[in-house]
């Protein structure tokens, strides 16, 4: 069986990486990482905290799902990081119910925020995804 945190990674960036005006936003193509790229050029996205919490019914398996996305933009470039995240969640809201080894019962954005890294001045903007799925 596939993780459930997994199957609905999959689903985001087969939904993500096939659109062309969140590649142009991105600066030609859509970038989805689990870490950091060394030398990687910002705009790009990173998977952050992920949870999968067992909420099965009546012997029939489901989970609550939590999946945090950064988007990384150039130091000063808050603007552009929301707009890639406001095209995501966009493209997000229509997923399909098909997740690998599971199915799709709802997905939402629970919340959209900005922020900067101290350290290297990046500029982020952070998606909080929440989603159900049942084991198929």
């Given at each position: 069986?596939?993780?459930p945190i997994l199957a609905l990674r999959a689903a985001l960036l087969a939904r993500l990486s096939g659109d062309a005006a969140l590649a142009v936003l991105m600066g030609g193509?859509?970038?989805v990482y689990d870490e950091p790229p060394r030398?990687?050029?910002?705009?790009?996205?990173?998977?952050?905290?992920?949870?999968a919490r067992d909420d099965s019914v009546d012997?029939?398996?489901r989970y609550l799902l939590s999946q945090a996305l950064a988007v990384v933009?150039?130091?000063?470039?808050?603007?552009t990081a929301l707009a890639a995240a406001a095209r995501m969640a966009a493209l997000?809201?229509?997923?399909?119910?098909?997740?690998?080894?599971h199915v799709l019962i709802r997905l939402r954005i629970r919340s959209v925020s900005a922020a900067r890294d101290e350290r290297s001045g990046e500029a982020r903007a952070n998606l909080l995804i929440e989603a159900v799925a049942e084991t198929a």
């Open positions: 069986m596939t993780s193509t859509v970038q030398g990687a050029v910002p705009v790009y996205a990173l998977f952050g905290d992920a949870e012997g029939a398996g933009a150039r130091p000063g470039s808050a603007g997000l809201a229509d997923l399909g119910p098909d997740l690998p080894g």
